[in-house]
C-alpha cells in the first residue's frame, strides 16, 4: 500500500502559521465626496433609455440622459450606473458602512466636547438634529392575512419584492400590488396556525434525526414522555416541550409525504396551493395546546419552557407567520436572560447540563440573528455582559448526549453543526484585501497539479528510488506515514533499511514562487550550516540538498536532512477547543513551562545575537566560491508574500545593497507601498484607499525617528522573519527540553534592532493577524496576555544573558527594553511582516505611542484633497476590472471542477484574464512617476512559464 498525498486547501487564513515542524517530530483624514470628473469619452451604458432604444440613438450615463434634456421629455432610465457585480455591491456597501461609522465617531466626539464646555444651546440643537436623522431604510407592507402593514428592512424578501414591484410599475407603465407578488403561503390564508381539529399521537420524524436545532438530551427527553404515561396506559400527562416536538414532528413528516397519503381525496393539489391540509401547518393542534400549556410557566420559567419557545419558533418560521415568530423569538431571549444562559454554566453542575445549557443560549443566538436578518430588523440577543463560552462537540460529550448517532469521524460529531454554525455566522473575518484571488486561484490549480506528479512518483516507486541514491550505502528506504504540509513545504520521512531516518522536503509549488524556490532552499541550508558550525544551537544535519535542475523526478528544488524525533511544540501549545482554527497559545499553559520554554528561546537568541555581518542582505550561497562585496537584497518573509499572494514584485534593483538600517528600512515600508499601489484590491473602496494612502506616507515619516542611531550602521546580525515557538521541537509532552529547532527560511543579514525587537512570538501567532485587530483606538482582550508574556520573557533574557560569557554589556535585553521604551517593536513587526490595515494591533499601538496630537499633525501634512481624489479614483477603477474578472475566472473555475475544462486550460484562460485588467498607464503620487502599464503582463508572463514549465 502507498499513502496519497492530498491536495491543499486554497484557504491561507492561516499559512503562516502552519509549520513543518509538526514533521520534523509530529484617526482618519477628512474625505471629500465631490466627484471625480467624467472623462470625455462617453460613458458605455449596460442597457439606453426607453427613447433612445425605441430611436436607435446613444445613450449615456447621465439622469435624465442629455437626448431627453434637449427635447423635454421624460427619462425613464432609473439611475446613471447600475452595479454590475455582487462584489462591487457589497463593496460599495462597506465603504458606505465605513463613512457612517466615521461620521458617527465624529459626532461622539463633537457630543463630548460640548457636554465637558457645559453648553445646554448647544446641546439642545444637537439633540433636535439628531432626532431628524433619516433611520435605516426599510418598506411597510402588508404580507399577510390582516390589512394592517408592517415594517421589514433592506435585507428582508419583502423589501426585495417591495422594490421589484416599484420598477414593474415603473417600466411597464402599470401598478403592480407588491402583495400579490409574495408566494403563497398559510400566514395569508389563516389569521392562525391554531386549530380545533384533533390528530391521533404520532412521531413521523424524532427530533434527533436531525441536529441543525441540539438543544435537546435525548435520554432525559425520553425519560420525560415515559413519565407521562405512568398513570394510565391511554391518556398521557400534559406537557408542553411534548406537545411542540410533536407538533415539529408532523410538520416534517408531512412535508416529505406524498399529498395522497395524507389524504386520498386530494390527488392532485396545483402547485402553490395552501389549505386547511397544508404541510406547513401540519400538527397544529399540538402547537395550540403547547402554547396554552406554557401560559402557567411564564413566571416561573424553566430550561423545558425556554426550549419550547425556540421549537416554537421553528414551527412558525416554517409555517410562514413570520411576525407571530419574532414575538415568540423575543419571549425565548428574555426567558433564557431570566434563567441566566447568557452567563457562563455554574461549575458544580455535571459538564452535560452545563454544555445544554451552552448550547440552547448559542443556538438561540444563532436562530436570532437569522430571523432578525431575514426581516430586516434589530437584533436583541447581543450583550456586553454575556458571558457564556462557545459549546463543546467531543466524542464523549456527544456519547452522552444521543444514543445513536454520536460521531462521524476524529473529530466530527453530532454537535459539530451547531458549534460551527454559530461560529461563523456570527463572525466573518475580513480578510477579503489580504490575497489577489485572480493569482491564488492559478495557484491553487498549479498546486494540485504538481500534486498529482508528486503521487505518480511515489505509485511508480521512483521516489523512495532517488532518495536512496544519496545515502552513503545506497540502502533502500520506504516512506514512514504521508505528506504533511507547511505553509510554505512538504515533507516525509523516509526510514531506511538500518533504522536511519531522514527527512526529504520541497517547497510546495503554488505557495513559494518559483522564481525562488532554488534561493530559498539555498538560503536555508547556509543558515542551518552556519548554525550548526557556530552555535551549539540543535539543527538537523543536512544530507544533500540540490536546485531544481537537479531534480530528476521534476518535483521542484529538494532538502533532505536528519530526521528530528520529538513533538512539535506548537502542536502542544495550541487550544484543541478554539473556536476557529487558531496558533495563539491556549490560556492553561502553566507559567512554569511558559518560563521553561522562554528561557530555552532566550538562549537561542543570545548565541545567535553573537554572530555579526558588515552589510545587510542575503546570506552567500552554498555553491558561491567567491563572495560579493556587496551582497543581493534579501528574499524576506515579507517580499516574497507581496509577490507570491498578491502578484506584485517589490525587489527592485537586487544588486544595489544597503549602507545602513534606514536606508533598508525606507526600502522595506517602500515595498507595503508597492503593494498598496500596483495590487488591484489592495483597497475596499475609496475611504479605505485614502486611508491606507495616508497611513503609509505617515508610516514612512515616522522611521528616522524609530532608528537606534548605535546599530544604524553596524553589528548586522541574522534574522529569520518566521523564527518563532513553531520552530520548535521537544523531547515529549512532559518534557519541554528543546531538541531540533526546524524551518529556517526567510533567514538573511538584516539590522541589529531588528533581531532585537520585543518578539511577535511569545503567544505564537503574529499580531498583524485579524485575531489581534483593534475596535478604534481599544486594544484586543489578547493584548494583555501579550504584555504580561513580555515582561516574563524580559526578566528571563535578562538573567540569561547575565550568565553567559561574552554578554557582559546587556546589549540584547537593553535593545529589547529601547523597543518597547521607544515604539519601535511595533513598526519592527509591521516592517517584517507586512502592512496594508490601518486596523491592526501593531499600527494601532504605535499611532497611540506617539499620541493622537502628533499623528494628526503628521497626517495634515498628507492630506492632500487632489492626491487624494486621484488615488481613490484610480484604485477603485481597477477595482471595478479586477471584480469582473474574478467572476470570470470562477465560472472557468466552476467549468474546470465540473470537468468540463482542462487545469491547463484554466491556467491558460486565467493568464488573458490576468492580461485583461492591466492597470492604468501612469499614475502621479508626489510628483514621482508610478508606471505600472506591464505589471499584469509581467504577472502573465510570470504564470504563463510556470505553466509551461508544469506542462
Known amino acids: 500500500m502507498f499513502s496519497t498525498f492530498v491536495a491543499i486547501s486554497a484557504d491561507r487564513s492561516n499559512d503562516d502559521n502552519n509549520k513543518t515542524s509538526r514533521v520534523n517530530g509530529s484617526s482618519s483624514p477628512s474625505s471629500s465626496t465631490t466627484p471625480v470628473p467624467p472623462r470625455s469619452k462617453r460613458n458605455q451604458v449596460a442597457r439606453a433609455c426607453d427613447w433612445c432604444r425605441v430611436h436607435r440613438i446613444k445613450c449615456d450615463s447621465s439622469l435624465p440622459c442629455r437626448n431627453c434634456r434637449n427635447r423635454g421629455g421624460n427619462c425613464t432610465k432609473k439611475k446613471a450606473a447600475e452595479i454590475r457585480t455582487l462584489p462591487h455591491a457589497v463593496r460599495l456597501e462597506i465603504e458606505r458602512l465605513r463613512q457612517r461609522v466615521q461620521e458617527l465617531e465624529e459626532q461622539l466626539q463633537n457630543a463630548t466636547n460640548t457636554v465637558s464646555n457645559g453648553d445646554d444651546q448647544t ?13 435605516w431604510d426599510g418598506i411597510h407592507t402588508r404580507t399577510a392575512y390582516s390589512s394592517q402593514t408592517q415594517w421589514y428592512g433592506p435585507s428582508s424578501a419583502f423589501y426585495f419584492i417591495g422594490r421589484m414591484s416599484a420598477y414593474l410599475s415603473a417600466a411597464l407603465d402599470q401598478p403592480q400590488d407588491d402583495h400579490n407578488m409574495q408566494p403563497n403561503s398559510a400566514s395569508r390564508i389563516f389569521t392562525s396556525p391554531t386549530s380545533t381539529k384533533q390528530v391521533p399521537e404520532e412521531l413521523p420524524a424524532p427530533p434527533w434525526d436531525r441536529r441543525h436545532i441540539s438543544i435537546l438530551d435525548e435520554a432525559e427527553f425520553r425519560e420525560h414522555y415515559k413519565s407521562l404515561w405512568v398513570d394510565s396506559a391511554s391518556t398521557r400527562k400534559p406537557s408542553a416541550l411534548v406537545d411542540i416536538i410533536l407538533a415539529l414532528c408532523m410538520q416534517y413528516g408531512v412535508a416529505l ?5 395524507v389524504d386520498p381525496t386530494i390527488t392532485g393539489r396545483p402547485d402553490g396551493h395552501v389549505d386547511i391540509n397544508d404541510a406547513s401547518i401540519a400538527g397544529r393542534w399540538y402547537y395550540r395546546r403547547s402554547q396554552a400549556l406554557l401560559v402557567s410557566e411564564l413566571e416561573s420559567p424553566s430550561i423545558a419552557t425556554l426550549q419550547c419557545h425556540i421549537f416554537s419558533v421553528v414551527y412558525l418560521c416554517n409555517a410562514s407567520f413570520q411576525n407571530m415568530a419574532h414575538t415568540t423569538l423575543a419571549l425565548a431571549v428574555r426567558t433564557a436572560h431570566i434563567l441566566g444562559l447568557h452567563l457562563e454554566p455554574r461549575e458544580n453542575l455535571p459538564r452535560p447540563q452545563r454544555e445544554l445549557r451552552k448550547r440552547i443560549w448559542w443556538t438561540l443566538y444563532t436562530i436570532e440573528s437569522k430571523t432578525c436578518m431575514k426581516l430586516g430588523r434589530p437584533c436583541s440577543v447581543p450583550d ?32 459539530t453543526y451547531s458549534r460551527l454554525a454559530t461560529t461563523y455566522i456570527p463572525q466573518a473575518p475580513y480578510d477579503i484585501m489580504d490575497t489577489n484571488t485572480l493569482i491564488d486561484l492559478v495557484h491553487e490549480v498549479q498546486g494540485q497539479l504538481w500534486v498529482g506528479k508528486v503521487n505518480e512518483t511515489h505509485r511508480t516507486g521512483h521516489l523512495c528510488q532517488w532518495v536512496s541514491t544519496f545515502h552513503p550505502d545506497k540502502l533502500p528506504c520506504q516512506l514512514d506515514g504521508t505528506f504533511h504540509h507547511g505553509a510554505f513545504n512538504a515533507g516525509i520521512k523516509m526510514v531506511f533499511s538500518d533504522g536511519t531516518a531522514w527527512m526529504v522536503r520541497f517547497p510546495r509549488v503554488g505557495r513559494v514562487s518559483d522564481d525562488y524556490t532554488d534561493e530559498k532552499v539555498a538560503m536555508e541550508v547556509t543558515a542551518l550550516s552556519l548554525i550548526r558550525n557556530r552555535t551549539t544551537i540543535p539543527v538537523p544535519r543536512v544530507q544533500a540538498w540540490g536546485p531544481a535542475a537537479s531534480n530528476p523526478l521534476g518535483l521542484g528544488p529538494f532538502i533532505i536532512m536528519d530526521f528530528v524525533n520529538g513533538v512539535s511544540l506548537s502542536d502542544l501549545l495550541q487550544d484543541p477547543n478554539a473556536e476557529r ?6 490560556e492553561d499553559i502553566s507559567d512554569y513551562d511558559l518560563k521553561v520554554i522562554y528561557r530555552q528561546m532566550a538562549n537561542l537568541l543570545l548565541q545567535l545575537f553573537k554572530l555579526n555581518f558588515d552589510r545587510i542582505g542575503s546570506l552567500p550561497s552554498p555553491q558561491t566560491e567567491v563572495k560579493s562585496p556587496t551582497p543581493p537584497r534579501p528574499l524576506t518573509f515579507k517580499a516574497h508574500s507581496i509577490l507570491q499572494n498578491r502578484g506584485v514584485d517589490t525587489f527592485g534593483d537586487r544588486a544595489k545593497g544597503f549602507a545602513t538600517t534606514t536606508e533598508y528600512f525606507q526600502y522595506v515600508v517602500g515595498q507595503d507601498w508597492e503593494q498598496l499601489v500596483h495590487q488591484p484590491n489592495s483597497a475596499v473602496g475609496p475611504y479605505d484607499a485614502k486611508n491606507k494612502y495616508v497611513a503609509f506616507k505617515v508610516l514612512r515619516s515616522l522611521i528616522p525617528d524609530l532608528v537606534h542611531a548605535k546599530y544604524d550602521r553596524c553589528k548586522f546580525k541574522l534574522i529569520c522573519d518566521d523564527l518563532g515557538l513553531a520552530n520548535l521541537t521537544v523531547r515529549s509532552r512532559e518534557d519541554l527540553t528543546v531538541v531540533g529547532v526546524v524551518d529556517l527560511e526567510w533567514s538573511y543579514i538584516g ?39 513580555l515582561d516574563i520573557f524580559i526578566r528571563i533574557l535578562e538573567e540569561e544573558e547575565a550568565k553567559m560569557p561574552g554578554h557582559e554589556e546587556r546589549e540584547l535585553s537593553s535593545l529589547v527594553k529601547w523597543s518597547q521604551a521607544s515604539g519601535a517593536m511595533w513598526l519592527h513587526m509591521l516592517l517584517s511582516s507586512g502592512f496594508n490595515d490601518h486596523r491592526s494591533f501593531p499600527f494601532t499601538q504605535l499611532r497611540q505611542h506617539f499620541g493622537l496630537t502628533e499623528w494628526a499633525r503628521r497626517e495634515k501634512e498628507f492630506d492632500n484633497a487632489k492626491e487624494l481624489e486621484a488615488f481613490a479614483s484610480r484604485k477603485v477603477s481597477e477595482l471595478d476590472r479586477y471584480d469582473e474578472a474574478l467572476e470570470k475566472m470562477e465560472e472557468n473555475k466552476a467549468l474546470m471542477e465540473s470537468g468540463n475544462m482542462t487545469k491547463e486550460e484554466f491556467i491558460a484562460n486565467a493568464l488573458n484574464e490576468l492580461g485583461g485588467i492591466r492597470g492604468s498607464s501612469s499614475f502621479v503620487i508626489n510628483h514621482e512617476m508610478k508606471n505600472d502599464e506591464g505589471l499584469f503582463y509581467r504577472v502573465a508572463a510570470w504564470l504563463g512559464l510556470q505553466a509551461a514549465k508544469l506542462r
Not at 123 to 135: A, C, Y
Not at 257 to 261: A, C, G, N
Request: net charge positive; hydrophobic share 35%.
Open 123 to 135: 446641546i439642545r440643537k444637537q439633540s433636535r438634529q439628531s432626532g431628524t436623522k433619516k433611520g
Open 581 to 586: 482554527p487558531s496558533r495563539v497559545m491556549r
Open 751 to 789: 539590522p541589529a534592532q531588528l533581531f532585537g525587537s520585543a518578539p511577535w512570538w511569545l503567544l505564537q501567532d503574529r499580531p498583524v493577524n485579524s485575531t489581534w485587530d483593534c475596535k478604534g483606538d481599544e486594544a484586543p482582550k489578547i493584548a494583555a496576555r501579550y504584555f504580561k508574556c
Open 257 to 261: 409525504t406524498p399529498d395522497s397519503s
Open 384 to 415: 456586553m455582559t454575556a458571558t457564556c463560552q462557545l459549546p463543546a462537540d467531543d466524542h464523549e460529550l456527544a456519547r452522552l448526549s444521543v444514543s445513536n448517532i454520536a460521531a462521524y469521524g476524529d473529530k466530527v460529531t453530532w454537535l
